[in-house]
């Protein structure tokens, strides 16, 4: 199903692509083409959450764990100053 609906929405992702049965919209199984307005509007959906600027539950999420796994390493905050340089000088060995 998945990629009949890539075929109709062709290149321009407008459904200016190719239909699964011959004729015009019409003339297509009426579930399929139900399957077809929904997955569009999934696709719009998403577009939607990836808009620059706009910060979806996932991107929260994302933060909050990156602060727990920063905390993890850094029990007493992000390192900073002479910590920072003694970290990077660290790694820099070890590479």
């Known amino acids: 199903?998945?990629?009949?609906?890539?075929?109709?929405?062709?290149?321009?992702g407008m459904g200016?692509?190719?239909?699964?049965?011959?004729?015009?919209?019409?003339?297509?199984?009426?579930k399929m083409m139900q399957a077809f307005f929904v997955m569009d509007a999934m696709a719009a959906e998403l577009m939607e959450e990836r808009k620059p600027g706009k910060?979806?539950?996932?991107?929260?999420a994302d933060i909050k764990a990156h602060i727990d796994r920063t905390l993890e390493v850094h029990p007493d905050g992000e390192a900073t100053g002479q910590l920072l340089e003694a970290v990077m000088k660290a790694r820099r060995r070890g590479d």
């Open 1 to 12: 199903m998945l990629t009949l609906w890539r075929l109709y929405r062709g290149s321009g």
């Open 16 to 30: 200016s692509g190719h239909l699964p049965e011959s004729g015009g919209t019409f003339d297509q199984p009426s």
């Open 55 to 60: 910060i979806t539950k996932r991107d929260v």
